[in-house]
């Protein structure tokens, strides 16, 4: 027998020993959905209801019991129920002595009691072993394939047959099973579903707050002071020059903050001779929301090159370019190609092009069906060794936009630069402190620290 084929029965569960009965508590959608989904995977399915009566939307073949009749027919009984009725299982504590109780309950909010559903169903029918399961899958996900939601079930229990038992199951329903230890991590695995986009919270706060930040700046400096000093109504501004402005500083400042962490754990290395400290919480935060905020820059960037596009089509634009037809035929005079500047203008496109192509390749790589199907190696080199050129080529995209004007007087009104100047502070801070770091003088003993060389071993922890 091959090699392959042994790892693939080894992975499968064993469809020829028969099931065992499992009993569901709780005949609503999650419930019902459970069941059936068991049923299709070849598991007898008995429902304890308070109403023994047979319904329409039970499966067909599953059978219905009062609570006790159920529990005594099933070692496995999955408790679907809210846990503000789990009141009705202590009458039925000595039926349930022995069993399995699986815990399938949510919460409406995080931290909603002082323990776990979890747990207070352990204090309940202490005789019984609890696990943790199945509260990470919804009825929808189940009822339209496991296919449509996250296959990873999160499991834990004091009492490890049934938390395996439980697992078995996980796996016959063709979901994976993931080991969260004990029945204390029962509160963390309820808290998880009630988590909206945990690490995208950082990178959507900042984005808003310097997208808030530069909104304002630009209106003070391109709008309010014209209207001041020149008496020139430029408010339509907001709709499209200032958000074409907004866009690619904050795509560019995002895409520097993806790097510029990896830049201090380095410098953090090199300072303290090892690697086996900890960082501090904040960097540790920082380093693990890079993807989304990589992600956060791809999509203003995205939006830098849709408001671009639509450039030409402005009436602002084409009333500029009028007017200097106009200023022209009635000089009587044809301004020269000036060959430096369109040089400059070419060259500003395409550095804008190949950024934002590897940008894009960037973002396609960070997806987990192409990251799953790369090795460590090529997704270092994609995220790495590309990125920094992705943000050479972003950075060298601004300078060359606006590097001649840094010294002109009319770039700065009322004492505050363009907003490109701004947005090329950290950019430039990254690359230059990178470019130190890639002396050998410091690139091999961070290389060294990196694979585990200690200047002073007595501090490895």
Same mark, same amino acid.
């Given at each position: 027998?091959?090699?392959?084929s042994?790892?693939?029965?080894?992975?499968?569960?064993?469809?020829?020993?028969? !099931?065992?009965?499992v009993?569901?508590?709780?005949?609503?959608? /999650?419930?019902?959905?459970?069941?059936?989904?068991?049923?299709?995977?070849?598991?007898?399915?008995?429902?304890?209801?308070?109403?023994?009566?047979p319904?329409?939307?039970?499966?067909?073949?599953?059978?219905?019991l009062?609570?006790?009749?159920?529990?005594?027919?099933?070692?496995?009984?999955?408790?679907?129920?809210?846990?503000?009725?789990y009141? /009705?299982?202590?009458?039925? #504590?000595?039926v349930?002595?022995?069993?399995?109780?699986?815990?399938?309950?949510?919460?409406?909010?995080i931290n909603?009691?002082?323990?776990?559903?979890?747990?207070?169903?352990?204090?309940?029918?202490?005789?019984?072993?609890?696990?943790? #399961?199945?509260?990470?899958?919804?009825?929808?996900?189940?009822?339209?394939?496991?296919?449509?939601?996250?296959?990873?079930?999160?499991?834990?229990?004091?009492?490890?047959?049934?938390?395996?038992?439980?697992?078995?199951?996980?796996?016959?329903?063709?979901?994976?099973?993931?080991d969260?230890g004990?029945l204390?991590?029962?509160q963390?695995?309820?808290?998880?579903?009630?988590?909206?986009?945990?690490?995208?919270?950082?990178p959507?706060?900042?984005?808003?707050?310097?997208?808030?930040?530069?909104?304002?700046?630009?209106l003070i400096?391109?709008?309010? $002071?014209? $209207?001041?000093?020149? %008496?020139k109504?430029?408010?339509?501004?907001?709709?499209?020059?200032?958000?074409?402005?907004?866009?690619?500083?904050?795509?560019?400042?995002?895409?520097?903050?993806?790097?510029?962490p990896?830049?201090?754990?380095?410098?953090?290395q090199?300072?303290?001779?090892? %690697?086996?400290? !900890?960082?501090?919480?904040?960097?540790d935060?920082?380093?693990?929301?890079?993807?989304?905020?990589?992600?956060?820059?791809?999509?203003?960037?995205?939006?830098?090159?849709?408001?671009?596009?639509?450039?030409?089509?402005?009436s602002?634009?084409?009333?500029?370019?009028?007017?200097?037809?106009?200023?022209?035929?009635?000089?009587?005079e044809?301004?020269?190609?000036?060959?430096?500047?369109?040089?400059?203008?070419?060259?500003?496109?395409?550095?804008?092009?190949?950024?934002?192509?590897?940008?894009?390749?960037?973002?396609i790589?960070?997806?987990?069906?192409?990251?799953?199907?790369?090795?460590?190696?090529?997704?270092?080199?994609?995220?790495?060794?590309l990125?920094?050129?992705?943000?050479?080529?972003?950075?060298?995209?601004?300078?060359?936009?606006g590097?001649?004007?840094?010294?002109?007087?009319?770039?700065?009104?009322?004492?505050?630069?363009?907003?490109?100047?701004l947005?090329?502070?950290?950019?430039?801070?990254?690359?230059?402190?990178?470019?130190?770091?890639?002396?050998?003088?410091?690139?091999?003993?961070?290389?060294?620290?990196?694979?585990?060389?200690?200047?002073?071993p007595?501090?490895?922890?």
């Amino acid at each position: 027998m091959s090699r392959n084929s042994y790892n693939t029965m080894a992975l499968t569960p064993n469809t020829s020993k028969k !099931r065992e009965t499992v009993c569901i508590f709780g005949t609503g959608d /999650f419930g019902r959905a459970l069941g059936h989904k068991m049923i299709q995977s070849g598991y007898p399915v008995v429902f304890g209801s308070r109403s023994a009566q047979p319904s329409s939307l039970i499966p067909k073949d599953a059978e219905v019991l009062s609570h006790t009749e159920a529990a005594q027919k099933a070692a496995i009984i999955i408790i679907a129920i809210q846990r503000q009725h789990y009141n /009705f299982l202590t009458p039925l #504590a000595e039926v349930l002595h022995g069993k399995v109780l699986v815990d399938v309950s949510n919460n409406l909010k995080i931290n909603q009691y002082p323990e776990s559903n979890a747990e207070y169903l352990a204090q309940l029918v202490p005789g019984a072993k609890v696990v943790k #399961a199945f509260n990470t899958v919804s009825a929808w996900a189940l009822q339209s394939g496991t296919l449509d939601a996250s296959r990873q079930v999160f499991v834990c229990g004091d009492d490890m047959e049934a938390k395996q038992m439980v697992m078995d199951i996980v796996r016959a329903l063709g979901l994976t099973p993931l080991d969260q230890g004990s029945l204390l991590a029962a509160q963390e695995i309820e808290n998880y579903p009630l988590q909206l986009f945990p690490m995208w919270k950082f990178p959507m706060i900042l984005s808003l707050v310097l997208t808030a930040f530069f909104f304002f700046y630009c209106l003070i400096r391109d709008v309010i $002071y014209s $209207y001041v000093y020149e %008496k020139k109504d430029f408010s339509f501004f907001i709709a499209i020059s200032i958000p074409n402005r907004i866009c690619p500083a904050l795509a560019l400042i995002l895409l520097a903050l993806v790097y510029l962490p990896g830049v201090l754990a380095a410098i953090l290395q090199l300072y303290r001779g090892t %690697k086996y400290r !900890r960082f501090p919480d904040w960097l540790d935060k920082w380093m693990l929301c890079r993807k989304q905020l990589g992600l956060v820059a791809l999509a203003f960037a995205s939006l830098h090159v849709l408001y671009t596009l639509v450039i030409p089509i402005r009436s602002f634009v084409r009333w500029r370019i009028s007017s200097s037809i106009l200023s022209q035929a009635l000089k009587n005079e044809t301004q020269p190609l000036n060959t430096t500047y369109a040089w400059l203008s070419d060259s500003y496109l395409a550095l804008g092009i190949l950024g934002f192509f590897l940008f894009v390749l960037l973002g396609i790589t960070s997806l987990p069906s192409v990251s799953n199907n790369v090795n460590w190696r090529e997704f270092r080199f994609v995220q790495s060794k590309l990125g920094y050129v992705t943000l050479i080529l972003c950075t060298a995209h601004t300078l060359v936009y606006g590097g001649n004007r840094f010294l002109s007087p009319s770039s700065y009104r009322w004492y505050l630069p363009n907003v490109y100047m701004l947005s090329l502070i950290i950019p430039c801070i990254v690359l230059v402190v990178k470019f130190v770091l890639v002396f050998p003088c410091l690139d091999k003993p961070l290389t060294r620290i990196r694979q585990g060389w200690e200047r002073n071993p007595q501090y490895s922890e």
